[in-house]
């Protein structure tokens, strides 16, 4: 902020919005507006108002900071074009951004930015053209502005995807933390709804986030793990900067991760709710959902990294569950956009369901389909560096890892090995810096680590 992302250059990709929705003749509709408890991203927002209903489009905007899964969830329930969410999500506190949510409620596909972005560099380039403007006063003359509040509607919404019953006889105390976030109030009034006994910590809001990242990961939630301990509760629940992430803490403290999750979500609808049908994820999450898919007979799919991609294979009516290895998660019946406080929820229903600890559920599942240990490196290298790694990357097809056979090699985001023993290594590059992701899943810790060290030895780095 204050560098790119600038009033001026929030005016511009508004009016690149405002074109792209006139183009697709769905701007009658009218566009929401949602934004975080970052610095001035309620002016920032406002801006965007002013861009839009300057070129004539209603504009529904909330009284204050509001999720961005909330945020699209009010697509639907207005039947808006889409929404812009004014959010950096689980980025510091010095960012923000712009994100465009079309009809469908879920992520906008690349044809879609790339559309906006290519009216961006024409506003850009043709600078002369003066933006129009309506200040909000002039907008709520003219019943351009509509004032909405989605909470108590979202609720009602998300009460219809879990089970309240068994969660309400379960006894469940719980640590809320919002991390000073969109979220904050929230998971709150969802547990006074079910009877689960809460409290909450970073429940304010701090553009600061409290001199952390609003990132619901195990570094961050060290007050949380403490808080959790401290007061006895079964677990902790945590949500990222707009409430689109989730960080789980078992009731000793343990951070239990997105995959863990994902794994514990997709045993528990098949076994205890008695549902079916396909799983999404991305090449970089758990194959133990493939395990359990396969023994009930199931499918599932894999995409790129992105949950712009588990969005649309979350439109198909046979998706019952999507998600990825960084904490976003949706099911069928919801949104094909990632809700941190759904996932929350879900875990609360998991755990009262099971009468045991996330980790002993964990176990369980280990023994009935084998175990599995996930880990992600960051590995940074010159940026004169990255292109030899890049061609590197493409001769990579050794016929071992770890002394196990390779048996396939897939290409669909970054290079990924997958073993005949189920383990695989994926390395993708960061699109915007000189670094690469390894992602290695293994049948224990020795075996995860050794993939590691061979596969960064191979393509040297």
Known sequence: MAEDFTFGNVAIVAQAIADYVKETGLASRGIIIGYDNRFFSDRFAQRVAEVLTGNEILVLLPRSAMPTPVTAFAIRQYQTAGAVMVTASHNPAEYNGIKFIPEYA???????????????????????????????????????????????????????????????GA????????????????????????????????????????????????????????????????LGLALDGDADRFGIIDADGTYISPNQVLTLLFHHFLTRRGQTGMVARTVATTHMLDRIAAKHGLTVTETPVGFKYIGQALLQPDCLLGGEESGGLSVRGHLPEKDGILACALVAEVRAAAGCSLQEALAAI???????????????????????????????HPPALAGVAVVNRLTVDGVKLVLADGAYALVR???TEPLFRLYVEANDEAQLHQIQTEVKAAIRL
Request: glycine letters at 8%; charged letters at 25%.
């Open 106 to 168: 879920g992520p906008a596909l690349p044809a879609v930015t790339d559309q906006i972005e290519r009216q961006v560099n024409v506003l850009v380039r043709t600078g002369e053209r003066q933006l129009p403007r309506l200040s909000l006063a002039m907008a709520k003359e003219r019943r351009l502005v509509r004032e909405i509040n989605p909470f108590s509607a979202y609720l009602d919404h998300l009460s219809t995807l879990i089970d309240l019953p068994v969660i309400g």
């Open 171 to 234: 006894d469940l105390q719980v640590v809320v933390d919002p991390l000073w976030g969109a979220g904050i109030g929230y998971l709150e009034a969802f547990w006074q709804r079910c009877g689960v006994k809460f409290r909450v910590i970073h429940g304010h809001r701090d553009p600061l986030f409290g001199g952390s990242l609003p990132e619901p990961v195990a570094a961050v939630l060290k007050e949380l793990r403490q808080q959790v301990t401290d007061s006895g509760a079964h």
């Open 429 to 431: 590059a960061s699109g």
């Open 366 to 396: 280990g023994r009935e389909y084998g175990r599995l240990v996930s880990h992600r490196l960051d590995l940074r290298t010159a940026p004169a560096a990255k292109s030899r790694v890049l061609a590197a990357l493409e001769q990579f």
